[in-house]
């Protein structure tokens, strides 16, 4: 494994919203420090970071832009530097111009976290592998919820966590853990 010192990290939807108890259980509760260290990691050493913000359509989302969850969390705020893609859709690179930014970057790996695993991430990955980019999705950087398949059966978040994760890997996105990617330096 090698980390490309263009390497974007591409943080999805860390917003204060994510956090509403309403979204229900979730998975792996050190998602977000696993975020944090790669977040530090990627501005000590340069490297390009991208903070992906989800604007719903939904009066009634978590993300509705007319109130704070649309926010980022304090310490996931962009800095001065760092690029804002807006989203309305799970896809970050939908009518997002986020392809173009990373084509004229030269850019060519990624490093996916956030959230929802199921959602957000798996549809940027996916995106992301199809554009041929060679992608990474930190699998401790990310988490999802409780959530039933299309039958009705409910599924503990770890195991829609584990599903996506499994769709992912080797077909659109390498799936790695955080330290594995912070020692490929």
């Known amino acids: ?15 204060k919203g ?7 259980r979730r998975n792996n509760p050190q998602a977000e420090e696993r975020i ?3 977040l530090a990691f990627w501005r000590r050493t340069g490297r390009p970071v991208i903070h992906v913000q989800h604007l719903s359509r939904s009066p009634d989302s978590v993300f509705w832009p007319e109130q704070s969850g649309v926010e980022f969390q304090e310490r996931f705020s962009p800095r001065a530097g760092e690029h804002l ?19 004229e970057a030269g850019t060519e790996q990624l490093v996916i976290v956030g959230v929802a695993t199921h959602n957000s991430v798996e549809s940027t990955a996916r995106t992301a592998g199809n554009l041929g980019f060679a992608t990474w ?8 919820f409780d959530k039933a398949d299309y039958f009705g059966n409910p599924h503990s978040a770890e195991v829609v966590h584990a599903m996506s ?3 992912l890997h080797g077909e659109y996105a390498t799936v790695v853990a955080s330290a594995d990617i912070l020692r490929a330096r």
């Open 137 to 144: 999705v930190a699998e401790d950087a990310c988490f999802t």
């Open 1 to 15: 494994m090698e980390l490309q010192k263009s390497a974007a990290l591409v943080i999805i939807d860390q917003q």
């Open 36 to 38: 944090v260290e790669l």
């Open 165 to 167: 994760l499994g769709n």
């Open 85 to 103: 893609i807006q989203k309305q859709v799970p896809d970050a690179f939908c009518a997002t111009g986020l392809e173009t930014s990373l084509r």
């Open 18 to 24: 994510i956090l509403h108890p309403r979204l229900g």
